[in-house]
């Protein structure tokens, strides 16, 4: 049985999501040795997490965080027991990424793909190892969702896959085990009602706090549409609904206010502002 508070966990991808992850698992005594290809990416991660450690730290208390080192080179993660990946939602490139990974690890190294859309059988083969290859969709912030969602291949071996369940337990959480199909459960309907809410917010039906305001009082959701969008990333919605439409068809069209957020450089909170503004001290002004 792994051990998961002597050796590192690997994080690949050092975005929203890795960060959050990385945080998580440090938060439940594992240590972590995060890669990204980009300096800067890798340049934040510390005051990330401590960023992210205030507001756990205010909802469940503090707790010591085990080690997070940051790594330029993906050949640093040999020896850790597990990988979890977060590198963009391009397929092409998480294709690229689960290679060098095969090339990389040890042939019994557990690969979880942390993806919002992307088939993970895909990525196993890309690994050499479909066996090897299992889904888990976290939610962000990571430390403070109990339950993620996790994505079993045909060709998931049991072992690996109850290698995966084994840790997010030992990180608090609750795994929901779904099928492989693109976008899973959680993202093939809300991906569409996100983007329907930013096209009703471009055909002047109400302002962004209304729509965000009707779904948190009418359907008692914790945040609204919009707000949920900044958090997630622009990007990463856009490139989450284009995977989408190339599984399900032109529902999953990305709305033309998205499409021009994105090229205006308006991602949302990583960019400091999005549907709401996020540039002035405190946050969040939705
Ligand atoms: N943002 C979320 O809330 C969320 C939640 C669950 C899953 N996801 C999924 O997690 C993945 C990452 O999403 P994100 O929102 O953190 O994206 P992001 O754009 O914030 O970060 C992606 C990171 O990947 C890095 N990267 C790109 N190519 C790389 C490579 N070849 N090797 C190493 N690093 C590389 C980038 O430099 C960047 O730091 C996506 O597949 C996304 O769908 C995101």
């Excluded at 597990?82 to 939602?89: F, G, I, R, S, Y």
């Excluded at 917010?201 to 305001?213: F, Y």
């Excluded at 990333?233 to 599984?247: A, I, Q």
């Amino acid at each position: 049985m792994t051990s998961w508070t002597q050796q590192p966990v690997g994080v690949v991808g050092a975005g929203t999501i890795g960060v959050s992850v990385a945080h998580a698992l440090a938060r439940s005594g594992t240590p972590v040795v995060i890669h990204d290809i980009a300096p800067a990416a890798l340049a934040r991660v510390h005051d990330a997490i401590a960023d992210l450690e205030r507001l756990a730290t205010l909802r469940r208390g503090r707790r010591a965080l085990a080690d997070v080192s940051v790594t330029g080179d993906l050949a640093d993660l040999a020896g850790v027991s597990l990988v979890v990946e977060n590198v963009v939602e391009d397929p092409a490139t998480k294709v690229e990424v689960h290679t060098a990974l095969g090339r990389v690890l040890p042939s019994s190294t557990v690969v979880a793909v942390n993806t919002s859309a992307v088939p993970i059988e895909t990525l196993g083969t890309a690994l050499g190892d479909p066996r090897r290859a299992v889904g888990v969709h976290f939610m962000n912030p990571v430390a403070l969702i109990d339950t993620v969602e996790v994505v079993g291949t045909p060709s998931s071996g049991e072992e690996q896959l109850s290698t995966v369940t084994g840790l997010l337990r030992h990180m608090g959480k609750r795994p929901v085990v779904v099928a492989d199909r693109a976008g899973f459960v959680i993202n093939r309907s809300l991906m569409l009602f996100v983007n329907e809410a930013i096209a009703t917010l471009d055909d002047g039906v109400a302002d962004a706090r209304k729509v965000d305001q009707l779904f948190r009082g009418c359907l008692g959701h914790r945040s609204g549409p919009l707000q949920t969008a900044d958090l997630i990333g622009l990007d990463t919605v856009r490139d989450t609904l284009l995977v989408l439409r190339e599984h399900h068809g032109e529902k999953f069209a990305p709305a033309p206010l998205l499409e021009r957020m994105v090229a205006e450089g308006r991602l949302g909170r990583k960019s400091g502002s999005g549907f709401y503004d996020y540039s002035r001290p405190g946050g969040s002004h939705a």
